[in-house]
T-cell receptor, first 114, second 111 residues
Framework: SQTIHQWPATLVQPVGSPLSLECTVE??????LYWYRQAAGRGLQLLFY??????ISSEVPQNLSASRPQDRQFILSSKKLLLSDSGFYLC?????????????FGQGTRLTVV | QKEVEQNSGPLSVPEGAIASLNCTYS??????FFWYRQYSGKSPELIMS????GDKEDGRFTAQLNKASQYVSLLIRDSQPSDSATYLC???????????FGKGTRLHILP
């Protein structure tokens, strides 16, 4: 069966520090991968998605970036965090062309920028 | 601008009653629709998917889709206190790989 791992579960970082969140998927090949952010009391905002190695689509201009160095690995990064980057970051995967399958989420990383 | 709209709630429903959650979407070529349940502090969990007009039933859950009206709903029969959560509606756009979410509806089942 497919599993998705995301770490760390919680993170407290000072303003201006770098960020690296990692996500890996097991049990499937060539998945679509997604990064979402959920601010307190708000919905899920799609940040990036990827349909293959090295292929990244950005949805929201900001100081975050994403990379997919391997088929089942997705990394979210920032060079300098802002207070507004605080939130619940969720990695998800789906099959290619997710017509009927939807996306499946990792446990999430709760990031607090102080 | 493609959007998924949900009433934020909270929606309060007595235990044992039917909870009805609604979602509208702006893009006429949206293809698939999903309902997720999210408990406080946890990640969303997929509970239903639907891509054809009509009803789809799974246990106590029924998803209803009307593409002409751009409307999808989720009915929860025999509501239980454990159903208290935020329910997120999501849409996959035809020919695209994005899955777009609404802001969610908070559901509270009253014991």
């Amino acid at each position: 069966s497919q599993t998705i791992h995301q770490w760390p579960a919680t993170l407290v970082q000072p303003v201006g520090s770098p960020l690296s969140l990692e996500c890996t998927v097991e049990g499937t090949s060539n998945p679509n991968l997604y990064w979402y952010r959920q601010a307190a009391g708000r919905g899920l905002q799609l940040l990036f998605y990827s349909v293959g190695i090295g292929q990244i689509s950005s949805e929201v201009p900001q100081n975050l970036s994403a990379s997919r160095p391997q088929d089942r690995q997705f990394i979210l990064s920032s060079k300098k965090l802002l207070l507004s980057d605080s939130g619940f970051y969720l990695c998800a995967w789906s099959v290619q062309t997710p017509v009927a399958s939807g996306a499946f989420f990792g446990q999430g990383t709760r990031l607090t920028v102080v | 601008q493609k959007e998924v709209e949900q009433n934020s709630g909270p929606l309060s429903v007595p235990e044992g009653a039917i909870a009805s959650l609604n979602c509208t979407y702006s893009d006429r070529v949206s293809q698939s629709f999903f309902w997720y349940r999210q408990y406080s502090g946890k990640s969303p969990e997929l509970i239903m998917s639907i891509y054809s007009n009509g009803d789809k039933e799974d246990g106590r859950f029924t998803a209803q889709l009307n593409k002409a009206s751009q409307y999808v709903s989720l009915l929860i029969r025999d509501s239980q206190p454990s159903d208290s959560a935020t329910y997120l509606c999501a849409v996959n756009i035809y020919g695209d790989d994005k899955i777009i979410f609404g802001k969610g509806t908070r559901l509270h089942i009253l014991p």
